[in-house]
């Protein structure tokens, strides 16, 4: 049992070794690496050396510094090849941003969090820009929300407890207390809202992606400018919203009398 732990802790370690080289965008030296880790250059060497024997990392014969290796890439193909709900959802989200005149975005749950796997701005107007790949918590984001709504209220609060929900701006919800009700809601109306809960000044409305085994791990959503007056106030965004995700759910074979059949 306790070999499993040194393990598992290893693991963390590893991954932890590939983000210092995804944080600086280039290659680093064993003291450099020491010196962000604060672990002992014995124990870093150790993980580069298994990491270097199965590619995830490589070692500049020159001068001796690390960088990542050719088999990330080709771990991050084999997700992105699985990944079929991009492209199915795009067309849907180009409808989307030019009906609503806002930025349009699928997010997908990874982990505790989630990632901006796709983005669509308006023609014209102002736009707010987020790139794909930009990670953004769940319980202060409207697609977050939509995501957390559709879990079982225990897997939704476990992942809250272990992610913590941080104030971000004077308007974030920071307790279940104060999120449940608003996940309720969501599940009663088929979408989210948010206004500046995430960023100052911004409002989103956000709607679930099911996929054919019924699962909701993405989300489509609308992002611009907070307006004045009530949540529900722009009936059109929301409705564009709510559509965008029925039709791209939809296209990925949900079909809601199928999967509540007794």
């Known amino acids: 049992m306790s070999g499993q732990g040194r393990s598992v802790h290893s693991v963390e370690k590893a991954i932890r ?26 124990t870093v060497h150790g993980l580069l050396s298994s990491m270097v ?36 959802a795009r067309p849907r989200l180009e409808e989307l941003a030019q009906s609503a005149g806002e930025s349009a975005y699928l997010a997908r749950l990874s982990g505790d969090e989630l990632i901006l796997v796709e983005c669509v701005e308006p023609r014209s107007g102002f736009r707010v820009s987020s790139e794909p790949g930009t990670r953004i918590p769940l319980h202060c984001s409207s697609q977050g929300k939509c995501i957390l709504a559709a879990m079982p209220e225990e897997q939704a609060r476990e992942i809250l407890s272990r992610k913590g929900m941080a104030r971000l701006t004077p308007n974030t919800i920071t307790t279940w207390e104060g999120l449940s009700s608003q996940l309720a809601l969501t599940r009663e109306l088929g979408y989210s809202m948010e206004r500046g809960e995430y960023r100052a000044g911004l409002q989103s409305v956000g709607a679930p992606v099911y996929t054919s085994d019924g699962r909701c791990s993405y989300a489509i959503g609308v992002v611009g400018i907070q307006t004045a007056g009530q949540l529900g106030a722009d009936k059109t965004a929301i409705n564009a919203v709510k559509q965008a995700a029925e039709r791209a759910s939809y296209d990925l074979g949900w079909r809601p009398e199928k999967n509540h059949r007794g």
């Open 17 to 42: 070794l590939l983000d210092c080289f995804w944080e600086a965008g280039g290659s680093l030296a064993l003291t450099e690496l020491v010196q962000k880790t604060g672990w002992a250059k014995s």
């Open 53 to 88: 024997e199965t590619a995830v990392v490589e070692q500049d014969k020159s001068d001796g510094r690390y960088r990542l290796g050719y088999h990330l890439f080709e771990l991050g193909s084999a997700v992105a090849a699985g990944w079929d709900v991009v492209g199915i």
